[in-house]
């Protein structure tokens, strides 16, 4: 009866997966105006604040709940989240649109490669083949052009802390309420973005439209969204959660297009096909 149950979470878990990068996806786009009426670091204290207050008011026994390893794990895992969110902030007001989409993706092709150095994890050539596959296609929907300076190297290091996230969670995910690790990770990256809102001091929405914007990212994107990561990555390897989750830049174009006025070129077709690809690939292996 277990090892059913066991079968029946790892054919859903890619599947949840799919819905937290679509999630993202749609964030994206959600954000867009939001972030140009209220600083990001702003933005990202008042997200992560409400769903923290949200997931809260739901399960209020939550905190009675942890123990001191739970509180360790998960906050580490949240100090990797929030140092990833904070140096993509910075990144991306230095940083063209060209490359950001693809070197943020790049925790694709980190996440196996520490958790080779880290871990001495191995990784199957099939696994590998369906990283190539994913970062060729992030490359393919992302790049337009091509310059590398400080932005792009801020990008970097958040994609490395997003990698470390991914396997953090992989690690430690297995055995523990997802709920409560969600709740540690979140606490920390509203701790974090708080203190990245210091030096500018902090100031709330300034209207409804941002409101909305915060209300859904942070039931949404990010409780909902980190309460199924957490959950998935439990019963799944660090890297073919990162392969699942590049779906997030195939969402983001996808949503662009149909509410954000973007075209389609035979290039975002291409780099998405890719990136579908290596994800169906993932999946089916995973399934059998």
């Known amino acids: 009866m277990r090892s059913v149950q066991h079968q029946s979470k790892l054919q859903l878990a890619p599947w949840a997966l799919l819905i937290v990068a679509m999630s993202w996806g749609l964030a994206f786009v959600v954000m867009k105006d939001a972030i140009e009426r209220q600083s990001v670091t702003n933005f990202l204290f008042t997200r992560f604040s409400v769903a923290v207050l949200i997931m809260f008011l739901i399960r209020p026994r939550v905190f009675h709940e942890m123990n001191r390893e739970l509180v360790l794990r998960g906050g ?17 007001a230095r940083a063209g649109a060209a490359i950001t989409g693809f070197v943020t993706g790049l925790y694709v092709a980190l996440t196996p490669l520490l958790a080779l150095i880290i871990l001495r994890q191995r990784v199957s050539r099939f696994t590998w083949s369906c990283v190539a596959i994913a970062t060729i296609g992030l490359g393919f929907l992302s790049i337009h052009g091509w310059s590398i300076g400080q932005g792009e190297l801020l990008i970097f290091i958040s994609a490395v802390f997003f990698a470390l996230h991914i396997i953090a969670l992989s690690q430690w995910s ?89 075209s389609l070129t035979v290039q975002s077709t291409l780099g998405g096909a890719l990136v579908i690809t290596a994800m169906y690939l993932i999946v089916i292996k995973e399934e059998r």
């Open 76 to 92: 580490t895992a949240g100090l990797f989240l929030g140092i990833g969110y904070i140096f993509q902030t910075f990144g991306l």
């Open 174 to 262: 297995s055995g523990r309420d997802a709920y409560a690790m969600t709740v540690v990770q979140l606490t920390m990256c509203a701790t974090l973005s708080g203190f990245a809102s210091i030096p500018s001091g902090y100031s709330p929405p300034p209207d409804l439209g941002v409101w909305s914007s915060v209300a859904f990212t942070a039931i949404f994107a990010t409780a909902a969204a980190f309460i199924i990561q957490t959950w998935s990555q439990a019963h799944m390897s660090s890297t073919k959660v990162a392969v699942i989750l590049t779906m997030e830049v195939v969402f983001a174009a996808l949503f662009a297009i149909l509410f954000g006025g973007e």
